[in-house]
């Protein structure tokens, strides 16, 4: 969710224009400008130069940075596609252009000292420092971590931002994200590559058409004139939003799909007129090889990074995820849990936590501590890989399997119990008790063990210890602690002996 309301840069407010945010507006504006530019040379030209120094200006006032990389990506393709160069009144209009929008930049007071290699980089704003760009940064080097775990399937619509907060952002960072504030990456992340790859494959096709069609006409063609120049501008609208939605989740809001989606129409009907004829195959051959080059990079980097993970996290088919613990490049052998998990145990990004244990397990396993295989078969203290289930998620587990429950979720135990786990821990249970399908208690042959706080904030405290004594289960108390176990963890399941549970 986006939310509105005031934005700052440097003391001076950000401009939104009746977008929900300044970032929405500099890529609605970035994306309008350079269809002005087609019509720079019409009968009207003073009115676009004056429409085109006011979008500007306007621009400039979001002090949106990705919308002035995205127009600076928009003039060298419109620049290089009419080849401007070759004609020296074009080459000096288009110089001039820089100029003006470099201006209009100045007069609304952009603070250029947010640039990367800007002087002022040793102030507290500098870019070193600016949070919103060393957020994104490590955002996405987590996503192409995410991409390289499940390239083909991807990790769920709407899921991109909750799964890179829970199974692959730093333990110690706590910064919130909705999705991956690049829409590109977002597709990736969400729907996998083969996805991401046909969006591309369509999109640089039309930037293809849009690129041929605005190239001057060989010597003996007729010069098609006004048509290029707006092939050069469309394409050129095209490229910018293409750049914006680099720098920000953009694809979400439909009304920033107006000024695009009407770039992408004037290019196929240009192409479709038929004023200048294609070569297909070449296009389409130039495209699926940049495309498939562009994907296998995304991989390539991605599994580069993740492979120097030393907790590794793979989406499994039933929205169960799989997190396992490496030593180097190979994987520790040792015992698989099975886990449902409870924000009001384990905080808002509770898979965080079950990696915080893992590390901490991999950490004694390199240091030579912990248990042996052997002493560890039966102790949850010896877990190197652990299925983190879903809410809803399946509940057929394999015989003598290890479970832990946490929060709410104890609620499930009996329909568990079914599954003959060996051992069943119950971290910081709250809500209704377990409900028994039929008589007695099917615990036969399963150590079962409850883990109490010792601050009994929810009152489920003393009724979850009466249930356990009657089902024989072993009771333990974290220390010092609420419902909420973070304090505490993991050293309070890495302490728990043997002969515990």
């Known amino acids: 969710m986006i939310f509105s309301g005031d934005f700052y840069q440097q003391g001076m407010l950000r401009w939104n224009l009746g977008w929900p945010t300044p970032n929405y507006a500099g890529a609605f504006l970035v994306a309008l400008l350079p269809l002005l530019w087609g019509l720079s040379w019409s009968r009207w030209r003073w009115v676009v130069l004056a429409g085109e120094l006011g979008g500007a200006f306007l621009l400039a006032k979001t002090y949106s940075r990705g919308a002035v990389v995205a127009w600076g990506a928009a003039w060298l393709f419109a620049f290089l596609a009419t080849r401007a160069w070759r004609q020296p009144v074009q080459s000096m209009l288009w110089t001039a252009r820089i100029g003006v929008f470099a201006a209009m930049l100045a007069v609304a007071g952009f603070g250029w000292n947010r640039l990367p290699g800007a002087r002022g980089a040793e102030t507290a704003d500098a870019t070193v420092d600016d949070s919103s760009i060393g957020n994104r940064l490590e955002l996405w080097r987590g996503g192409l971590r995410m991409v390289a775990a499940a390239p083909l399937q991807g990790w769920g619509a709407g899921e991109s931002g909750r799964a890179y907060m829970n199974w692959f952002q730093d333990v110690d960072r706590t910064e919130g994200f909705v999705t991956m504030v690049n829409s590109h990456l977002h597709v990736a992340v969400e729907w996998g590559l083969p996805l991401f790859g046909l969006l591309a494959l369509g999109g640089g096709m039309i930037l293809a058409v849009a690129w041929l069609g605005a190239a001057p006409p060989e010597p003996s063609a007729p010069?098609?004139?006004?048509?290029?120049?707006?092939?050069?501008?469309?394409?050129?609208?095209?490229?910018?939003?293409?750049?914006?939605?680099?720098?920000?989740?953009?694809?979400?809001?439909?009304?920033?799909?107006?000024?695009?989606?009407?770039?992408?129409?004037?290019?196929?009907?240009?192409?479709?007129?038929?004023?200048?004829?294609?070569?297909?195959?070449?296009?389409?051959?130039?495209?699926?090889?940049?495309?498939?080059?562009?994907?296998?990079?995304?991989?390539?980097?991605?599994?580069?990074?993740?492979?120097?993970?030393?907790?590794?996290?793979?989406?499994?088919?039933?929205?169960?995820v799989l997190l396992s613990a490496k030593t180097g490049a190979m994987s520790v052998r040792g015992i698989r849990c099975h886990a449902w998990l409870d924000t009001g145990v384990l905080g808002v990004s509770p898979g965080k936590e079950m990696r915080r244990w893992l590390e901490a397990m991999n950490g004694e396993s390199e240091s030579g501590g912990g248990l042996s295989q052997n002493e560890g078969k039966r102790s949850l203290s010896a877990v190197c890989e652990i299925v983190v289930h879903s809410p809803s998620g399946i509940e057929a587990l394999p015989s003598s399997s290890s479970v832990i429950l946490f929060g709410k979720q104890a609620e499930r135990l009996w329909r568990i119990a079914k599954g003959k786990p060996a051992q069943v821990l119950i971290i910081h249970p709250a809500g209704a008790l377990p409900k028994q399908e039929s008589g007695g208690m099917p615990i036969d042959g399963m150590t079962l063990m409850v883990l109490l706080p010792a601050i009994d904030e929810t009152g489920d405290g003393a009724r979850w210890r009466k249930w356990a004594e009657v089902a024989g289960a072993r009771v333990c108390i974290s220390e010092g602690v609420g419902q909420d176990i973070r304090a505490v963890w993991p050293g309070v399941i890495m302490g728990l002996k043997k002969e515990d549970i």
Do not use: Q
Not at 256 to 270: E, F, G, H, N, R
């Open 223 to 320: 010069e098609t004139g006004y048509i290029r120049w707006v092939a050069g501008a469309t394409g050129a609208s095209l490229v910018a939003w293409v750049v914006a939605n680099m720098f920000t989740t953009l694809w979400i809001e439909p009304k920033l799909w107006i000024v695009p989606a009407l770039a992408v129409t004037v290019i196929l009907i240009s192409a479709w007129s038929g004023h200048r004829a294609l070569r297909w195959g070449r296009v389409i051959g130039f495209c699926f090889g940049a495309t498939s080059l562009l994907i296998i990079g995304l991989f390539v980097m991605g599994h580069v990074m993740l492979s120097k993970r030393s907790i590794v996290a793979k989406p499994l088919s039933d929205g169960a």
